[in-house]
Structures are given as structure tokens and as C-alpha cells.
């Protein structure tokens, strides 16, 4: 089949990648054209797809990458997978406004449309379906099939790979469905049908919001315990030996990315647009996840005072800029909050992050540093934001004066956890 993904991001080139190698012809098209060309060159900038996995369906012709709107044509089946960003707490949906239009002038009857960028409930039947109906003149579940399959994308997961994880499913009707599901059962290795698009749209906010919230209350619970004199790493260690009725989350200096900050607060805005009344769980939790960079510095501030070093100009590094341990992405990152706060406190503030793509250091608002044993031991201070794999953590424990972990891996008398 002609497949088209549009969206050659951390969730759309996956997902091209994977269906070309299955056998489909895969055009993956992207509004930008400095992503085009990198891909067109054989270089994958997503940490699941190696560039030589990418190289191979490039040289068999299976996929091929363009910004070019009439490469479109002929298609049988188009996925949507652009970024659905919130502006000021608002869902952003232009992305899929546009591309639902770019498809919708090259749409013919038979051709089915998926969208799996996240969202609220509805968006599939009350605002693509109509885009393509009014672009394209045909009608949805008539003339073309549409559906909605959230991603489930876990970059850098080692546990759960892409086609391993599990893929919902749904269709506007019986037709959308069954079609949406055969294409999706050649790529993974399950799939699970629901019974509509709204069901699949709130299963999503629902896995994101659960994880949200978690972390939320871990994170609170760890700002108590240092006060109750508990060490909290140890609490829920011993909590998880619960066999059953119980979940374990960890603290860390908040969340990130492109789903956790996001994703739940689509639903607190649904719900307080049609029901006109607050998601107070959603809202508490964001709140809480939003002021952890501020306890972690507040941390790091009281640890210096007690060394008798005020925080400005004391020299501080940072371990781990992205949002997620072994990530490469700095969306929504808690660590980029971190050294903002430090700098405007007047610190001296180096990142380390062995991470980075090439190029993407200019996204960084701190100074990048090695994370090496003369720049540890030059440090007042090392906080451990992320603690990648490639991080020498015996090294670093080792030559730190002092440590402020915010992961619980390193122990010793220069050790703090948060």
C-alpha cells in the first residue's frame, strides 16, 4: 500500500520506518524542509530509528522523505502524526488543521485517514473528519475511512519496543476499523480494537494523566519527608514490596517532554469547556510538577549555605538536560528550568548532557560542559538530574564536593538525595 506519514518526528518516523520495512511504500512528509533533507541524507535525528536502519529503506526505495504537498497524491493510507502543543493552557490544534487540509486536496474515495497526534475527546469526528469532508468533497464514512490510534511512543525504553507495545485502535464506523486495524497488525505485534474514536482519544489522556498524577504524588510526598525526617527513596522501596494494590513512581525534579506536561491538561481543558467545571486531580498535579525545578534549587541553595557559599557565583554543574534518562529530547525539559533559576540567582551554571544530536546545543539556555573529573571537581556543586548511562556516576561520587541527587544512585558523606 501508499502510505503516507505526515510528521517525521519523534512519533511519525517510527512509525514510516517500521511500515516500509514490513513491506508498504512509505512517503513520510514534513513542513520542514532542514528535516527533510536530513532524513532524505540517510541521518536519523530519533534515537529509536539508527540511521542505518533509515538508510536501508532509503537505498530499497521504501520510504523516501519529502516537503513537497503533491508527493501526496494516490494514497492509501495517510497517518497523521504532528504536534499538538498547549499555548497559555489552550489546546494548539494547527497542526492538525493544516495537515487535515494539505490531505484532504489529495484525498479520493477508498483512502482512509488516521490521526495518532494526542488530544481531546471528539477531535477525530468533530474536527478532522469535517476538515476533509469540506476539503476534499467526500464524505467520511461513506467515500473515505478515518480513525484515531494514539502513539505510544517510550524513547530509549529497553523494556518495550515500538512494534512490542501494544497499539489501540478505532474507526469513525465498522469499515474504518477493520481497515485501520488490518494496516496497524502488520506493524505491531497487538493491537486492540476500542469500540470509537472518543474511546481512544480519552485512553490516552487516561495513561497519561495516571502517570502525571503519580509522579505528582511522589514528588510532594518526597518535599514532606525530608522535614519528617524519612528518607523517601527508602519508603517507597519498601512500599513496592506490596505485591498488589500498588505502583511504583519516583520523585525527580519534574516532568517532561512531549506528553506528561501536556497531555493531561487536555482533558482539564475539554472538561472545563463542555462541562464547565474543573479537573481538580489535573490541575493539583500540574501545579505540584511545576514547582519542582524551584524545590530542587531551593535544595541546592540550602545545601551551599550550610558549606558557607552563597549560590550566586558559586560554580554548579547540571548532569542530564533532557527530560527523560538516556533521551535525547529537550522539549518541556525540568533540568532547562533548573539552571534558569540558578542563573537568575546569579550562579555560575555548566550542563552536562552527552545526549545532545549534533545541532541541538544551541537549544540549551546553559553553557555545555564535559561531565570529566577536572570539571566535577571544579564544581561547588553537581546536581544529578538525569542519570544517563553514559554518566560515570562512581567517578562523579568520587570527585564531587558535594552532590545533590535527584535520582538516588550515589551515596557517601558528599551525597544529598532529593
Known amino acids: 500500500m501508499q502510505i503516507i506519514v505526515a510528521g517525521q518526528g519523534y512519533v511519525g518516523l517510527p512509525l514510516a520506518v517500521r511500515a516500509a520495512e514490513v513491506g508498504h ?58 504536534p499538538t502543543p498547549l499555548r497559555a493552557g489552550v489546546p494548539d490544534l494547527t497542526f492538525i488543521k493544516s495537515c487535515a487540509r494539505t490531505l484532504g486536496e489529495h484525498l479520493h474515495p477508498g483512502a482512509t485517514v488516521v490521526l ?23 464524505k467520511g464514512g461513506v467515500d473515505f475511512l478515518a480513525g484515531f490510534s494514539p502513539e505510544r511512543i517510550a524513547p530509549g ?28 497488525d502488520g506493524i505491531f505485534h497487538t493491537t486492540v480494537p476500542v469500540s470509537g474514536t472518543k474511546v481512544a482519544e480519552m485512553a490516552k489522556l487516561i495513561e497519561n494523566t495516571f502517570r502525571f498524577v503519580n509522579i505528582s504524588l511522589v514528588n510532594e510526598l518526597a518535599m514532606l ?21 500498588f505502583t511504583r513512581f519516583t520523585p525527580g525534579p519534574g516532568v517532561g517532554g512531549h506528553c506528561l506536561p501536556v497531555d493531561p491538561l487536555f482533558l482539564s ?41 552563597p549560590v550566586h557565583g558559586s560554580r554548579i ?26 542563573m537568575n540567582l546569579g550562579a555560575d551554571v555548566r550542563g552536562a548532557e552527552p545526549n545532545l544530536p549534533d545541532g541541538d546545543a544551541t537549544k540549551l539556555n546553559v553553557p555545555l560542559a564535559d ?8 564544581s561547588d556543586a553537581v546536581v544529578l538530574l538525569m542519570d544517563h548511562a553514559r554518566f560515570d556516576l562512581a567517578m ?17 558523606p558528599n551525597v544529598e538525595t532529593l
Open 317 to 342: 554543574l547540571l548532569l542530564g538536560m533532557t527530560y527523560k534518562i538516556n533521551a535525547t529530547d529537550l522539549r518541556e525539559s525540568p533540568s532547562a528550568r533548573v539552571a534558569e533559576l540558578l
Open 396 to 412: 562523579i561520587q568520587e570527585n564531587a564536593p558535594y552532590v545533590l541527587d535527584c535520582r538516588n544512585r550515589l551515596s557517601g
Open 116 to 138: 495518532e497526534s494526542t488530544t481531546y475527546p471528539g477531535t477525530t469526528e468533530e474536527l478532522l473528519v469535517p476538515i476533509l469532508e469540506t476539503v476534499s468533497g467526500l
Open 157 to 184: 525504553n529497553p523494556r518495550w519496543s515500538f512494534e512490542g507495545t501494544p497499539k489501540l485502535v478505532s474507526g469513525i464506523d465498522t469499515s474504518s476499523l477493520e481497515v485501520i486495524k488490518a494496516f496497524y
Open 225 to 245: 519527608a525530608k522535614p519528617l525526617g524519612v528518607h523517601i527513596w527508602e519508603a517507597i522501596d519498601a512500599a513496592a514490596t506490596k505485591p498488589f494494590g
Open 269 to 309: 481543558w475539554k472538561v472545563q469547556q463542555d462541562l464547565g467545571i474543573p479537573s481538580r486531580f489535573v490541575e493539583l498535579a500540574a501545579d505540584v510538577n511545576r514547582h519542582m525545578p524551584s524545590y530542587v534549587v531551593q535544595r541546592l541553595v540550602e545545601a551551599l549555605q550550610e558549606r558557607g557559599m
Open 25 to 82: 511504500r512509505v512517503v513520510g512528509y514534513d513542513v520542514d524542509p532542514h528535516r527533510v533533507q536530513q532524513l532524505a541524507a540517510g541521518h536519523s535525528y530519533v534515537e529509536d530509528v539508527t540511521s542505518s536502519r533509515l538508510r536501508t529503506v532509503l537505498d530499497t526505495g521504501a520510504y523516501s522523505a519529502t516537503a513537497d504537498a503533491t508527493a501526496l497524491a494516490g494514497f492509501d493510507i495517510a497517518v497523521i502524526t504532528v
Open 371 to 378: 561531565a570529566t573529573a577536572e570539571e566535577v571537581a571544579a
